[in-house]
């Protein structure tokens, strides 16, 4: 009898290729991107004390208290799958004394992060996120910065139609007295809110206000808004004038908080773009200047987001052309002396920073047309004995059809000059 299959556990996906290609130029577009900003990358393990999101994240937040997976080891060590990144981050910044001076970190990340949710389309329980944090981060002129990033990130990522949208939870007085407005007023409603909301009003007021609940929205809607002291209300203001300034467009949203004990300051979320619902959030962050001291660091700042890698890639669309930069290579009449060949034009190809990509199962040229049409190249390169003979290699441009067959010196110049054209227009 056959034996069952095994199947994978829900909400996680195996991802090869051809897929696989599209996250590969997503993580080295993100990779350049925050290199060219001068971030560097942050690596941290997969778990952690349960105990780093319990006191960071918060113990009432639906993360913690709802979808962490969460487990004691052998060792009777209470342990957690992260469920994000930020408090890892802070964590690694004091664990290593990265922190101990002045200087302001800039790190950039990438990988998986684990929750126990429903999984639905852009919703995963083993889920990918890539961010950034900026720690001891100067107020307003970071905060414009990862705003700034963000918008440059995801027009790079080929993003269009994303809207940021912005809040301001004050100073440590203005959440305070922000939180006791709303404690009244959501205590009158009470018996009108969710289970989930009866809770969070006991917890953490300012959590009701992200409710999804249709039941819930009435009340959140002429629920009071934040009202900020002079100071962060300057604040906020700088933060708005200067992307305005950079013709970034942003909208204020008064009731806008994030699902994590966290922030403070400036908060936003960035929504929609492609097959993605106008309400999916593809990334959230803002500032969160009392979690370094809150997990034993000192005074730091801090300020970041982190965007969906599942939901970037439904932002961007089918449309989307991974494969621009590269060349496919066609080998007609494959044996050793072809193969040999290919070889010397693979490093040629590396050398003028080109990446070549080949399907070993097309056999025949009208096979291979079909296959680097569909990987959305520019230039086919073909090789088979009468080039190898000649040491000359035909490149075929697919956009207009034409095609030349070019000396051993004259096809890289011909190519790089070709990318250059592309890049500089
Ligand atoms: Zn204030
Ligand atoms: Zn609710």
């Known amino acids: 009898m056959a034996q069952q299959v095994i199947q994978r556990l829900k909400g996680t996906a195996d991802i090869f290729s051809p897929e696989a290609e599209r996250w590969q130029w997503i993580e080295e577009c993100t990779r350049h991107f925050f290199e060219a900003y001068g971030f560097g990358e942050v690596r941290t393990p997969l778990i952690e004390p349960l105990e780093l999101f319990v006191r960071s994240v918060g113990e009432g937040s639906d993360i913690v208290h709802k979808q962490m997976y969460a487990f004691e ?62 720690l001891n981060a100067k107020p307003v002129e970071a905060d414009i910065e990862i705003l700034l990033l963000i918008d440059g990130l995801f027009r790079s990522l080929k993003i269009s139609g994303f809207t940021i949208r912005v809040n301001h939870l004050g100073c440590a007085d203005d959440r305070g007295s922000f939180q006791e407005k709303l404690r009244d007023y959501f205590s009158g409603t009470r018996d009108a809110l969710c289970e989930d909301c009866r809770f969070r009003t006991d917890r953490n007021v300012l959590r009701v206000l992200d409710c999804k609940m249709p039941s819930c929205q009435p009340l959140i809607e002429k629920a009071p808004a934040i009202r900020l002291c002079p100071r962060c209300e300057d604040e906020y203001g700088k933060i708005r004038d200067e992307l305005k300034a950079r013709n970034i467009e942003i909208q204020c949203l008064p009731r806008l908080v994030r699902g994590l004990d966290y922030y403070t300051g400036l908060v936003f979320e960035v929504n929609g773009g492609g097959a993605l619902g106008a309400q ?60 040999r060949y290919y070889g010397e034009v693979i490093d040629k190809l590396y050398k003028i920073g080109r990446r070549v990509r080949r399907d070993v199962s097309a056999k025949t040229l009208r096979d291979h047309f079909a296959k680097a049409e569909k990987t959305g190249v520019r230039y086919m390169l073909i090789l088979g004995e009468k080039e190898v003979k000649t040491r000359s290699v035909t490149v075929k441009d697919l956009k207009s059809k034409s095609q030349k067959e070019l000396s051993w010196e004259e096809w890289p110049v011909f190519l790089t000059r070709e990318f250059l054209k592309g890049e500089v227009k």
Do not use: W
Request: charged share 30%; with cysteine; glycine share 12%.
């Open 73 to 134: 080891d052998r060792g009777g060590r209470q342990i957690a799958l992260r469920p994000e990144m930020t408090a890892s981050v802070a964590r690694c910044a004091i664990e290593n004394g990265l922190l101990r001076k002045e200087k302001t970190l800039r790190f950039f990340y990438q990988g998986p992060m684990f929750r126990a949710e429903r999984p639905q389309k852009g919703r995963q329980r083993q889920f990918h996120q890539l961010g950034a944090e900026i």
């Open 280 to 339: 999916d959030a593809i990334a959230a962050g803002g500032r969160y200047d009392e979690l370094i001291r809150s997990l034993g660091g000192n005074d730091a700042g801090a300020v970041g987001f982190a965007a969906g890698v599942e939901r970037i890639l439904l932002a961007q669309g089918e449309s989307q052309c991974p494969g621009e930069d590269d060349v496919y290579a066609a080998i007609l009449d494959r044996n050793f002396e072809t193969e």
